[in-house]
């Protein structure tokens, strides 16, 4: 099994599962380019996996307007992009407070909607663009959350669930031109998003009938899978990795 397409951009990859995943690809010899907000956070997340093949640059996804000109700048750094990994997102923990429908402000509601909503469909869109522009078979992966698998009482379930629902749309009608567009739907996974409550990965966590939480590696090996050339068989689709989580109702 190898990856389908080996220059690969990571939004999101300067920690967490973004990171593991720009890790395995590494690996497997791809040239990965990370992006977030924090350059500080890429540098870091670059010196830690210190392979020749990692590259890295500050964006922000929320920058709707600024997605194409950012995609140049990554291609030049790669010297193409044959696939993007969608990580980058705010966790529903972001605000400080809890998951009741009266836990959120408007301007909260805006501060994580525009990141993992509007942004996740603008940037979903602009990276097919690029590569129905430029004729290339090219690979996506959305990082969506089982939490789009519950009951939904704010709007980070509800910006997943969303994410879901584009991922299968668009995947089907752009198959066709070759672009294969997948997701993850991760259970509770070990990493900065969840470290209010995740503190050691030792923790017994019961919500999971694994009853542990999931690790990045392990999101990262089912990405490589997707991204891979057996992936394509999958075609428009979400694979909740949840460790049967038992508050998700899919
Ligand atoms: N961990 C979990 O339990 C879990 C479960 C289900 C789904 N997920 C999803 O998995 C993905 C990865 O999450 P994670 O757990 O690895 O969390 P994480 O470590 O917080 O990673 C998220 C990354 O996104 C970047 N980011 C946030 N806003 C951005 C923006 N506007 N522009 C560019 N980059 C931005 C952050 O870097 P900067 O702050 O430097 O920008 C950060 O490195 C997310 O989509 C998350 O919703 C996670």
Redesign the pocket.
Known sequence: MKLRNDHIVI?????????AIAERFCTAGAKVLI????EK??AEAAAEIASDHLHYLP????DCDAHRDFFAKAEAKLGGIGGFV??????AGTIGRGYEPWDITPDEWTMLTD??FK?AFFLMRNEINYFLEKEVRGNILN?????ACMDIRGSYGAS?EAIIKWTRALGKKYGHNGIILNGI??????????ASYAHEIDQKYERHAIERF?R?DEIAELAFYLMSDYGEIICGHTVVADGGDNKATL
């Open positions: 939004f999101g990859g300067g920690s967490g599962i973004g990171k992006v977030g907000r924090t956070k890429l964006f922000d996804i929320a969608n990580a980058a997102a705010l966790g990141v993992n942004a990082l969506a959350s089982n939490a997943k739907a991760p259970g509770a996974t070990f990493t900065p998003m969840i999931i990045p």
